[in-house]
């Protein structure tokens, strides 16, 4: 699904990423965890291909073709899917026509035949009863007045509706109450298949709980300093990183 | 009369202009005799040449206004032909190939059926389309209603009454430098009456106005609803149109008497020009409506088309209690410039208004928002509401706000709240990360921009503006 191999990156001409390789097969779920800085959110704002993330080294195999060859909106209609930490609003566009334009381009990228209005709208209808999302959020502006968690849910809604190949979850459990990361982790686990991948970024190993990874790796000064299973992120949540840092970096 | 006027006219250009004459296409220039040739070619009485001719000498005197925040090199008046008749069938184009490819290709974009492109373009026809027959049928239903809907001419012609009374009783003929020139050499135009307690039975819409030709540059539109009327009017369409005429100076007159409702919709999508700015049309428009007491009128506008837009639809609100409304979508692009707003003169007691003007700029253009709220001191608990939101596309266009507020009654209230935006970074990459190209996501971002204007628009109208803004931004992002 995706190898990173030797993967230098820097934001400002200040160096975040510094040598990261990791490799994802499908259907695996690796989660990303480490200490504040140490390079977790550029990994998915590189990987999806925001600007301003300037990549100086290494390579990024997606489905087997280079990744960097690809636009932001290319890559997300090959399926590599960023759920946002802060998810952005954009004022008097309705929420249901958002999803509407993104669902129909990506399906059309996939080749499959375009949902009529009325199919689409019970499909988001259920599926924002999925993530227990009030219907009245589909008919407001993306993301307008939504709180933290309401957001977070609508970023899962989307995932859901995309049906990415890699999910990348960019801290999605920050700011969240147990029921809300409940709902978030219920949504993650039912799209869990042979195909379809995702890294879970995350600082806390609460998240983990909900959603069991089959990696977890510490990331730590732009590298990946540890891997291991789930019981490292208990391990981490036991004695911190301090450990970490000192023994490798 | 006009026998006289004609004889004196030809005999006049009889030296220079005698070709002219023949193919009914009068030379450039601008004189008390245009006037008249103008008023004789359509055999207009003589109350409407003196009145013509008022309105000529009262420009002669006046200055073109430079306050605007526009620049263009100075229109030669004296370059200008004020007359030429309808193009012949054989003149125009005979089958849509004949047409600029270009053209088509925006139409193709905005979804408009093959008949309508050929009437847009212009393409000689001698099948009558499908239109004509719902031409018709509407005629029908209208004159059952006792609605009047006809051209300026046949008004003249058929209901001299109404329009001496009516016409310039808003916008008199010296109003303002664009408007006595329109009053004195005015090509066509509409003329609407809604007769008393009448619910005109569905819009009227300049599209259905088809017999008329070359009534575009200077365009005059009156429209008087009878006590307790209701109209709603579309002008223009979204089709891009062309016109061989750059400088456009339009004057429409709304009456709304006693609790009469007048809704005024325009989409107006003249050339812009190229790239460059070359080539596009100056629209210098004169909108006003009065109000009588506990009537209502709402201006709501798109403009994305000209060169230079030059426009301030606005509302005299002399009756108590009665309400205006303006609501705007303004977006410039590439060269283009436009200072647009409303003024909103509340002169009876416990009027209302509100203006929602957004202003999109894009490319390395300039738009303005300019409004006047004036409480006269007659106005006791007169309230405005005023919102003016700017985005901007780009960092090379401006966009400015000049918001003039004058009080002269202290139990007036007026509001005023202002806001400048930039399409985000975070926005455009949210959107891209769905799967949008970047124009897509720009036309969705100012598209929930211009909402809350775009929900008054008459449905069919707001799904065509919201496409019409997609390919005018066309080229503003990359």
């Known amino acids: ?100 334009v993104s669902v129909d381009t990506v399906r059309k990228h996939k080749g499959l035949p375009a949902l009529s209005s009325v199919e689409f709208m019970k499909l988001a209808r259920t599926t924002s009863q999925k993530v227990k999302l009030d219907q009245a959020f589909l008919k407001r502006g993306v993301n307008e007045g939504f709180s933290g968690g309401e957001k977070k849910r609508n970023e899962i809604l ?25 709902t978030v982790a219920d949504g993650v686990n039912a799209m869990r298949n042979k195909d379809r991948s995702f890294i879970v970024v995350t600082h806390y190993q609460r998240l983990l709980d909900y959603i069991v990874p089959d990696y977890v790796h510490v990331l730590a000064d732009g590298k990946i300093v540890k891997s291991g299973d789930k019981s490292l992120a208990k391990e981490l949540e036991a004695k911190g990183y301090g450990w970490l840092e000192g023994g490798v970096a | 009369m006009s026998e006289q006027v004609e004889h004196l006219i030809s005999k006049e250009y009889a030296a220079g202009f005698h070709t002219a004459i023949e193919s009914e296409t009068l030379p450039p220039g601008l004189n008390e005799d245009v006037v008249r040739f103008i008023s004789a070619k359509k055999d207009e009485p003589e109350w409407m040449l003196d009145w013509r001719l008022q309105a000529f000498r009262a420009w002669q005197e006046m200055e073109s206004p430079d306050w605007a925040k526009v620049k263009y090199p100075p229109v030669d008046f004296q370059s200008i032909s004020y007359y030429s008749a309808p193009k012949s069938m054989d003149e125009r184009p005979q089958s849509l190939d004949e047409v600029d490819p270009e053209l088509l290709a925006t139409y193709e974009k905005l979804g408009i059926p093959l008949h309508e492109q050929a009437v847009l373009a212009g393409v000689a026809m001698d099948v009558v389309f499908d239109s004509v027959s719902v031409v018709t049928t509407f005629r029908e239903k209208l004159l059952e209603a006792g609605v009047i809907f006809c051209s300026i001419s046949e008004a003249i012609e058929k209901y001299p009454e109404l329009i001496k009374k009516y016409l310039g009783s808003v916008v008199p003929q010296k109003d303002n430098y664009f408007a006595a020139l329109n009053s004195a050499v005015f090509s066509d135009g509409s003329f609407v009456f809604i007769p008393k307690g009448v619910r005109c039975p569905m819009e009227l819409s300049t599209y259905f106005r088809i017999n008329e030709q070359n009534t575009g540059q200077f365009e005059r539109t009156l429209i008087v609803a009878e006590e307790g009327s209701h109209v709603s009017y579309l002008e223009g369409c979204t089709a891009p149109m062309r016109d061989e005429n750059q400088l456009h100076a339009a004057v429409v007159e709304l009456v709304a008497c006693d609790n009469a409702e007048i809704k005024y919709s325009t989409v107006q999508n003249w050339y812009p020009g190229d790239a460059e700015g070359k080539g596009g049309i100056y629209n210098f428009v004169t909108k006003r409506g009065v109000c009588h007491e506990s009537a209502k009128i709402s201006w709501t506008q798109v403009e994305t088309g000209s060169a230079i837009t030059w426009k301030y639809p606005s509302c005299i609100l002399r009756g108590d209690n009665s309400v205006g409304e303006f609501y705007s979508v303004a977006l410039t692009n590439n060269l283009q410039q436009a200072d647009t707003g409303t003024k909103m003169i509340h002169i009876g007691k416990n009027t209302r208004s509100t203006i929602i003007a957004k202003g999109i700029s894009a490319g390395r253009s300039d738009s303005s928002y300019r409004g006047l709220v004036r409480m006269n001191p007659g106005a006791d608990g007169a309230r405005n509401f005023t919102q003016c939101d700017s985005l901007l596309i780009g960092d090379r ?80 992002v990359g």
């Open chain 2, 397 to 476: 266009c401006g966009a400015h706000t000049f918001p003039y507020i004058e009080s002269k009654n202290p139990s007036a209230v007026i509001e005023h709240e202002a806001t400048t935006s930039k399409v985000s970074d975070d926005q455009m990459f949210l959107c891209a990360q769905r799967g949008l190209d970047p124009e897509k996501a720009v036309s969705m971002i100012v598209n929930g921009f211009c909402r809350e204007v775009f929900k008054e628009l008459p449905m069919e109208f707001a799904v065509e503006a919201g496409k019409l803004l997609e390919v005018s931004l066309e080229g503003s």
């Open chain 1, 158 to 182: 989307q995932m859901m509706l995309l049906e990415p190949s890699l999910c990348i979850l960019d801290e999605t459990d920050s700011g969240l109450d147990i029921d809300a990361l409940q």
């Open chain 1, 1 to 100: 699904m995706l190898r990173i191999n030797n993967l230098h990156a820097s934001v400002e001409d200040k160096e975040i990423l510094k040598g990261l390789s990791l490799e994802i097969k499908p259907g695996e779920v690796h989660a990303i965890m480490g200490p504040n800085g140490a390079g977790k959110s550029t990994l998915g704002n590189v990987l999806s291909g925001r600007d301003g993330y300037e990549v100086s080294s290494g390579t990024v195999e997606f489905k087997g073709a280079n990744l960097f060859d690809l636009a932001v909106e290319e890559r997300a209609r090959e399926g590599v899917f960023l759920a946002f930490q802060y998810p952005v609003e954009i004022p008097g566009v309705s929420n249901m026509e958002f999803l509407k």
